[in-house]
């Protein structure tokens, strides 16, 4: 693994960006449940259920998952309803492993990245991407495309790792966060891979800072709910 370029995550170019985010994941796909379970003692599941109990679809309805990493996200959402499922990921490697856990022929898998979505404009009713923004090589290009692909009456769900308002609870993060590299090492013996994971938190935009992107991009109406005081938001956009 590159470790300057982790290092110096914020001031690479887009190409590399996109070469370091493809080699990590593909080094951590079969261990990516596993991990995500150990980093964050099990909370996601609960982020990821109440980011989806907020998801309005019905059989009708057409939706994207960008960043479907290993299908958690599209998993929760066909419990809802028997929709139209796009499953979007840049990585084969991941994709592999949420062809395992999901077998329906509700959802396409699609291989692409989020700044090149190859869909027609105004398809999607709801467009979803949880934890994987902070990846992407370009963040205002991925906006407009998912603004595009949004149709007029559509909505766009994100649920990313933000910005803490806590002081106890960003210190006892600080000092969590340093930890986590370790635990990459002793169970995936992998601890670069968790050193980028770390340091694309600390480079991601704020609530504010995010919010600001989404209109930016086009979006008239964004709303955003913070999950334990800003560890995590969840940002919802409409045009
Ligand atoms: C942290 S995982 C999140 C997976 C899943 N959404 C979840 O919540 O568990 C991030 C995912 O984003 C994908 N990814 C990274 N950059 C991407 C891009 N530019 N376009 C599409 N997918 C990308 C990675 O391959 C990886 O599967």
């Given at each position: 693994?590159n470790?300057?370029?982790?290092n110096?995550?914020?001031?690479?170019?887009?190409?590399?960006k996109?070469?370091l985010?493809?080699k990590i994941?593909?080094?951590?796909s079969?261990k990516?449940?596993?991990?995500?379970?150990?980093?964050?003692l099990?909370?996601?599941?609960?982020?990821?259920?109440y980011?989806?109990?907020?998801?309005?679809i019905n059989t009708e309805?057409?939706?994207?998952?960008?960043?479907s990493?290993?299908g958690?996200?599209?998993k929760?959402?066909?419990?809802?309803?028997?929709?139209n499922?796009f499953?979007?990921?840049?990585?084969?490697?991941?994709?592999t492993?949420?062809?395992k856990?999901?077998n329906?022929?509700?959802?396409?898998?699609?291989n692409a990245?989020a700044e090149?979505?190859?869909?027609?404009?105004?398809y999607?009713?709801?467009v979803?991407?949880?934890?994987?923004m902070?990846n992407?090589?370009?963040?205002?290009?991925?906006?407009?495309?998912?603004?595009?692909?949004l149709k007029?009456s559509?909505?766009f769900?994100?649920?990313?790792?933000?910005q803490?308002?806590n002081k106890?609870?960003n210190?006892?993060?600080q000092?969590?966060?340093k930890?986590?590299p370790t635990?990459?090492?002793?169970?995936?013996n992998?601890?670069d891979?968790y050193k980028y994971?770390?340091?694309?938190i600390e480079?991601f935009?704020n609530?504010?800072?995010?919010?600001?992107?989404?209109k930016?991009a086009?979006?008239?109406?964004?709303e955003v709910?913070?999950?334990?005081d800003?560890?995590?938001s969840?940002?919802i956009?409409?045009k």
């Open positions: 693994m470790s300057s370029l982790i110096k995550l914020k001031n690479i170019s887009e190409k590399e996109q070469f985010v493809q994941f593909s080094k951590v079969k990516y449940d596993l991990m995500n379970d150990v980093m964050s099990g909370l996601h599941r609960t982020w990821k259920s980011f989806v109990d907020l998801i309005e309805s057409n939706v994207l998952d960008i960043a990493g290993s958690d996200i599209i929760l959402l066909m419990k809802k309803a028997a929709a499922f499953s979007l990921d840049a990585n084969k490697d991941m994709q492993q949420a062809k856990k999901i329906d022929k509700n959802v396409k898998f699609v990245f090149k979505l190859p869909f027609e404009k105004k999607f009713d709801v979803t991407v949880s934890f994987g902070r992407f090589s370009n963040i205002n290009k991925s906006l407009s495309q998912v603004f595009a692909v007029d559509g909505t769900y994100c649920l990313e790792f933000s803490i308002n106890i609870l210190n006892f993060y000092l969590y966060s930890l986590i635990y990459g090492g002793i169970l995936v992998d601890s891979s994971l770390i340091k694309s480079n935009p609530q504010v800072e995010l919010s600001k992107k989404m930016d086009g979006f008239k109406k964004i709910l913070d999950i334990i800003g560890l995590a969840i940002h956009a409409r």
